[in-house]
Every structure is written in C-alpha cells, then in structure tokens.
T-cell receptor
Framework: GQSLEQPSEVTAVEGAIVQINCTYQTSGFYGLSWYQQHDGGAPTFLSYNALDGLEETGRFSSFLSRSDSYGYLLLQELQMKDSASYFCAVYTGGFKTIFGAGTRLFVKA | DTEVTQTPKHLVMGMTNKKSLKCEQHMGHRAMYWYKQKAKKPPELMFVYSYEKLSINESVPSRFSPECPNSSLLNLHLHALQPEDSALYLC?????????????FGPGTRLTVT
C-alpha cells in the first residue's frame, strides 16, 4: 500500500520553532512537497524536495532523506498567521500526488 | 503570477441539476488537475489533464465529466449529483510532468448538493 504519516496536531507559541515530520511508504517517489492550508482556504505550495538535504525559503525550511523515507518542515519565528493545516505530499510520478492526512498547527500567543 | 482562478466560489445544486465548475490559469502550465476535498481531509485527486489530454481519471463516477477546452481552461461538468458529493472542489496546475511536485491551487468551489 501507499501511506504518508504525519502528526495530527502540533501546538507551539509565537516566536518558537516547530518541526512537522513526515514518513512515507509509496510505490514510486519523485519528491516530497509541503502545502499550507488555512481554514476555508485552498492549499498553498510551500516547498518541494527531490534530492536529499535541506531547502530554506525564508522562515520555512524543508528536509528530505530518501534513504530513510523521511522529511520534515521546519517553521521558525512562528507567527499567529502560521496557524493552519500542513500537508506533506509525495509526487509519485505520472502526475499522481499522494497527500498525508495533514497536521493542524496551533500557534499560541 | 502564480494565480489559478475558479468560478463560482459557492454552488448549491439539487440532485437533478446540471452545472459546471470553471478553472483558469495563465502561467503557461501544461498540466491541470481536479481535486475533491472533504472537511478536515486531504485533497483527493479526481482528474489530470496533460497538454489538454486526459491523463488520469481516478475512477471518478460518470456524473462528473471533465473538459479541457484549451491549455488555460479546465471545466468540470456536474449532473445528477448525490448529497455525498458536497465538498470543496479544487483546481490546480503544474508546469508539466516534471513539475508535478509543485502544484498551484485555485481558491476552490464549495459545492453543496441538496
């Protein structure tokens, strides 16, 4: 089967750093993506890792280890507006993307 | 510009109605997608068009009928829907096959079937 696992909820305080982990088991793998979705909104693309290592984009970083079938999204200097759901997603090729169930991030003042 | 637009934003339809959802992108992307998303769940892939040809149909019931009139437009025709089809319908696009890991989503159409 194909599966992605990520925590269902994470809570952190403003200004802190939070890491959302994602492990995957899929029949194909081109890369790991991260999407942010606010309540009532649409998913917004954050990052895509096709190769091992860390990618940094502003306050957000994403990491991939293909040998461990593992990745994470790191959010620094948390702000209230970062409260949202975060989905990891594996692009398996052939235009197919498998999404994890999502992690709800609550940022407290 | 990374904008994908969708109309309408909200749609309420009866089970005997016929309606269409529309999606447009002007990023020159050659792959376009329809997803269905239920509350507190991840998006589920329905259809993918690549270079205006249907590439993927994820065993979607025939009451959903996609159409890609040109490289910028994607439609989803709806008829004889069921109440369980009520959901957020999302359109997305990506550059092409190689860019499938980087998809840009429209704001969605929130569909209620009564």
């Amino acid at each position: 089967g194909q599966s992605l696992e990520q925590p269902s909820e994470v809570t952190a305080v403003e200004g802190a750093i939070v890491q959302i982990n994602c492990t995957y088991q899929t029949s194909g793998f081109y890369g790991l993506s991260w999407y942010q979705q606010h309540d009532g909104g649409a998913p917004t693309f954050l990052s895509y890792n096709a190769l091992d290592g860390l990618e940094e984009t502003g306050r957000f970083s994403s990491f991939l280890s293909r040998s461990d079938s593992y990745g994470y999204l790191l959010l620094q200097e948390l702000q209230m507006k970062d409260s949202a759901s975060y989905f990891c997603a594996v692009y398996t090729g052939g235009f197919k993307t498998i999404f994890g169930a999502g992690t709800r991030l609550f940022v407290k003042a | 510009d990374t904008e994908v637009t969708q109309t309408p934003k909200h749609l309420v339809m009866g089970m005997t109605n016929k309606k269409s959802l529309k999606c447009e992108q002007h990023m020159g992307h050659r792959a376009m997608y329809w997803y269905k998303q239920k509350a507190k769940k991840p998006p589920e892939l329905m259809f993918v068009y690549s270079y205006e040809k249907l590439s993927i149909n994820e065993s979607v019931p025939s009451r959903f009928s996609p159409e890609c009139p040109n490289s910028s437009l994607l439609n989803l025709h709806l008829h004889a829907l069921q109440p369980e089809d009520s959901a957020l319908y999302l359109c997305a696009s990506s550059q092409d096959f190689a860019g499938g890991g980087e998809q840009y989503f429209g704001p969605g159409t929130r569909l209620t079937v009564t």
